[in-house]
C-alpha cells in the first residue's frame, strides 16, 4: 500500500494545487503528469479520511479541511526548509561583516579578549564594534544597525531581538584612594546621600536605579558632575571630585588607584541580544556563541566577579 506521510513530494504537490486551483495548471509546475498528481492527491485525502478540494468545471477549490491542512502543510514545509538552511549554514565558515554593540564597562574584561578572539578565529569576517552605554545600544539593536550587542538588564521591548542574560555583577560605590572605603564591607544606599557624584547624563540605566533607590528613602542624590565617558569618569573619582558607582567589571584596570565598597543590594545584569532577521547567520551565530563562551569561562575562572548567567531568558 503508497503510504504518503514520508512523501515530501506529495505535500509539495498538494500545496501547488491549493496555490493555483488546478490539478494540471500545478502538474506543469511541478514537471509532473496531471495524473501523477490527481493520484498524489487522491492518496493524501484516504491518508487523512476526507475531502481536500471541491472538484469543479474550472478547477479545484478547497475544502475547510483543506484550507485548515494547507496551513499546517505550509508550515512544516517552512520548518523544513528552515532546518535545511541551518544545517547548511553550520558547515560554512563565517564571512562578510557582523556588526557588535559593547559598553565601555566591560572594556577589559569580557569586550577586549572576545573582539581580538574572534577577529583571530574568523578572519574572513569584518567585525564592527559600536561602543556605547545601553541606552545607545538599545536603539542600535532596535533600528537594525548591531547583530549582536551586550546590554544591561532588559528593561524596554525589542521586539526584534532576542535577550539572554550573561552574568549579573554587584554595584559599588567607587572614591578616591584616599575614602574610607572597604571591599569587604557593603554599604547601604544611604552612603550615597550627601556625596558629590560623578555620573553619566541621563537618560542611564545606573544613574536611575541610584536615584530610585534614594528617592525611595526620601533622600537626595546629589549630582556634581555629568560626563559620557567612563575613562573621564574614573580620572575624576581618583582626583577626589566625587564619587561614582560602578560595577567591578568598569574598574578591571584601576585596582588600587580608586577605593571601593558595594552597595548593599544593587546589581547589574549584562544581557545579551542578538538581531532575529541574523541570528542564524554563521558570523553572528559564532560572534554570539564566543561571548557566551567567554562569559562563562571568565566567571568560571574568576576573572569576572560576577554570577553566572541563568540557564533560559
Same mark, same amino acid.
Given at each position: ?148 550587542? /551586550?546590554? #544591561?538588564?532588559?528593561?524596554?521591548? %525589542?521586539?526584534? &531581538? $532576542? ?7 554587584? @554595584? =559599588? ?13 557593603? /554599604?547601604? #544606599?544611604?552612603?550615597?546621600?550627601? %556625596?558629590?557624584? &560623578? $555620573? ?7 544613574? @536611575? =536605579? ?21 575613562? %573621564? ?12 558607582? =560602578? ?67
Amino acid at each position: 500500500m503508497y503510504d504518503v506521510r514520508m512523501d515530501l513530494r506529495v505535500l509539495q504537490a498538494f500545496i501547488r494545487v491549493a496555490e493555483l486551483g488546478s490539478f494540471g495548471r500545478a502538474a506543469a509546475v511541478l514537471n509532473q503528469t496531471q495524473p501523477t498528481v490527481s493520484r498524489q492527491i487522491a492518496a493524501l485525502e484516504r491518508e487523512l479520511g476526507g475531502a481536500l478540494f471541491t472538484r469543479h468545471r474550472y478547477g479545484v477549490t478547497l475544502t475547510a479541511a483543506g484550507a485548515v491542512f494547507r496551513d499546517r502543510a505550509t508550515q512544516a514545509l517552512r520548518g523544513l526548509d528552515q532546518a535545511k538552511a541551518e544545517l547548511t549554514a553550520q558547515g560554512e565558515e563565517p564571512s562578510g561583516t557582523v556588526s557588535l554593540g559593547l559598553p565601555p564597562s566591560l572594556l577589559s574584561v569580557l569586550s577586549g579578549p572576545v573582539v581580538d578572539r574572534f577577529g583571530k578565529t574568523y578572519p574572513r569576517v569584518l567585525l564592527h564594534v559600536y561602543e556605547a552605554i545601553s541606552q545607545g545600544l538599545e536603539e542600535l539593536m532596535r533600528s537594525g544597525e548591531a547583530d549582536v550587542a /551586550v546590554l #544591561i538588564a532588559d528593561r524596554k521591548v %525589542l521586539r526584534n &531581538v $532576542t535577550l539572554s542574560p550573561l552574568a549579573t555583577e554587584p @554595584l =559599588l560605590l567607587v572614591g578616591p584612594s584616599r575614602a574610607r572605603l572597604d571591599p569587604k564591607k557593603p /554599604v547601604g #544606599i544611604e552612603a550615597l546621600a550627601g %556625596l558629590p557624584i &560623578v $555620573t553619566y547624563r541621563q537618560p542611564n540605566y545606573l544613574r @536611575l =536605579l541610584a536615584e530610585t533607590a534614594l528617592r525611595k528613602r526620601k533622600l537626595a542624590f546629589n549630582v556634581a558632575i555629568e560626563l559620557e565617558t567612563l575613562p %573621564l569618569m574614573i580620572e575624576l573619582i581618583e582626583r577626589g571630585a566625587g564619587y561614582g558607582i =560602578l560595577p567591578p567589571s568598569a574598574l578591571a584596570r584601576h585596582g588600587g588607584r580608586v577605593a571601593t565598597a558595594p552597595l548593599r543590594g544593587l546589581s547589574v545584569t549584562w544581557t545579551l541580544a542578538v538581531n532575529r532577521a541574523r541570528a542564524q547567520q554563521p558570523a553572528v551565530r559564532a560572534l554570539a556563541e564566543m561571548i557566551r563562551a567567554q562569559a562563562d569561562t571568565l566567571i568560571k575562572d574568576g576573572a569576572w566577579k560576577a554570577w553566572r548567567r541563568a540557564a533560559t531568558a
